[in-house]
């Protein structure tokens, strides 16, 4: 029972690093364009998204749930050992691809590792019947499905934005839309709260439920706030090599472009908390962005950085998944 317990607690200790990491790596996306455009000065962004992103993942707990039961269901694993390890390995994983995508700048998801990191490490344990199926899919075509809708919305309402201001000076334009932006950056940052906080309060949920600590999936208070005060303090980090490739490297933003971006990706990542499905907050932002470039002008989109951080997100999930099926394998033999 005290191995269990202390294997608990480590798992514990690495979801908050995971939640931690993810803090710079996934939301400085939503400062990028802010900072770009100047609207808001770096610390202010910062201190902004940080507080922003801790009320967001204390408010939701729908998409948490979600992953705590969505890839593998917890009540089917009956050792409880081999389920520690297969979370275990899953956020040693994502810990690894996030850092390793950070230190090269590359607006990797963090949805795409933990998922296929939970994947590949519950298969290798339990085999490919362990895997929730339906749940599994569901989640796959939410991942899929969003940046496509934030890439749509993203070209619909900077054409509007375009119809609506196009008798306006343009000087006057983007001095209102920077002070707008505060608002949007805001906004984006609660909406990444509750959705990519949520998955660390899943894991860390299904690592209780494997343990026997909880009997049904209920996300704790505890669980809540200490996995919102992670990202918040991961937050307060930066994350400026996200931030430059998000925010300058694949088209030139303006303020009505930047606003624009924000008020699509919130929307997306909104919605899709609202029906309880976890989506990639990079993949969302990034795609708003290049929407907004599209509706505007179609060559003013570095479209050669666009692709490489469209191949990241396609490889993330077959690469975590095969680590993660690898790690599992090693912890196994000296566990």
Request: aromatic residues 12%; proline residues 2%.
């Amino acid at each position: 029972m005290e191995s269990l317990f202390a294997l608990t607690l480590i798992i514990v200790l690495f979801a908050f690093m995971f939640d931690f990491i993810n803090g710079f790596h996934d939301t400085a996306n939503t400062i990028a364009t802010s900072v770009s455009t100047r609207a808001l000065r770096p610390m202010a962004a910062i201190i902004l998204a940080g507080s922003m992103n801790f009320l967001g993942a204390i408010t939701f707990t729908g998409v948490a749930q979600t992953i705590s039961k969505g890839v593998i269901d917890p009540f089917t694993i009956h050792d409880e050992t081999r389920g520690l390890i297969i979370v275990m390995a899953a956020l040693i994983t994502a810990v690894l691809w996030n850092l390793g995508t950070w230190i090269l700048g590359i607006p990797s998801s963090s949805s795409h590792a933990i998922i296929g990191s939970l994947a590949g490490a519950g298969i290798s344990g339990l085999g490919f019947w362990a895997l929730n199926y339906k749940g599994f899919i569901e989640i796959f075509e939410a991942l899929i499905f969003s940046p496509i809708a934030a890439i749509t919305l993203g070209f619909i309402v900077m054409k509007l934005f375009t119809v609506i201001f196009h008798n306006f000076s343009l000087a006057k334009t983007n001095r209102r839309f920077r002070v707008f932006q505060i608002f949007t950056a805001a906004l984006q940052s609660f909406a990444h709260g509750t959705n990519d906080a949520q998955k660390t309060m899943g894991i860390i949920t299904m690592a209780l439920v494997a343990s026997k600590y909880l009997d049904q999936v209920e996300i704790p208070m505890w669980v809540r706030i200490t996995s919102g005060m992670a990202m918040a303090m991961g937050t307060s980090v930066g994350g400026w090599r996200i931030i430059k490739t998000v925010g300058s490297k694949i088209m030139k933003i303006e303020p009505i472009n930047g606003a624009a971006a924000d008020l699509s990706s919130a929307t997306i990542i909104f919605g899709f908390t609202f029906i309880h499905f976890p989506v990639s907050t990079t993949h969302v932002i990034t795609s708003s962005i290049l929407g907004v470039g599209a509706a505007e002008r179609v060559r003013g989109v570095n479209w050669g950085v666009a692709m490489n951080i469209v191949l990241t997100w396609v490889i993330t999930l077959p690469a975590t998944a095969l680590l993660s099926f690898i790690i599992f394998k090693f912890l196994n033999l000296i566990l």
